[in-house]
């Protein structure tokens, strides 16, 4: 099982930037791929960004950019940095985790709770 917690969410004006933090505790191989999804009010889950423990990364066309994965790996840590933040980056963001990149892309088996980014405009 895998654990994910959550940080980092909050209001931010348009052109603004945060960090989102999630921490994975639990068992680290199938948390090889740790990343981000967001559900914009009203719409479906999408992915945001992932990261696996090799580095290999990829971005939603939506925040290429913008948007800035990266990891601890002896922390078992993922980070989210946004900048340039728009009104539709709004949504709730969550954390999520697999074994692989595919499985992760498809549909990640772990989730953290989600946290809200608002961004006025």
Known sequence: ????????G???QAGGSLRLSCAASGNAFRSNAMG??????????EL??????SGTIEYADSVKGRGTISRDIAKN??????DSLKPEDTG????AADISLGRFI?????WGQGTQVTVSS
């Open 1 to 8: 099982q895998v654990r994910l917690v959550e940080s980092g």
């Open 10 to 12: 909050g209001l931010v």
């Open 36 to 45: 981000w999804f967001r559900q914009p009010p009203g719409k479906q889950r």
């Open 48 to 53: 945001v960004a992932v990261i696996t423990a």
């Open 77 to 82: 840590t993922v980070y989210l940095q946004m």
């Open 92 to 95: 709730v963001y969550y954390c």
């Open 106 to 110: 498809r549909s990640p088996d772990y």
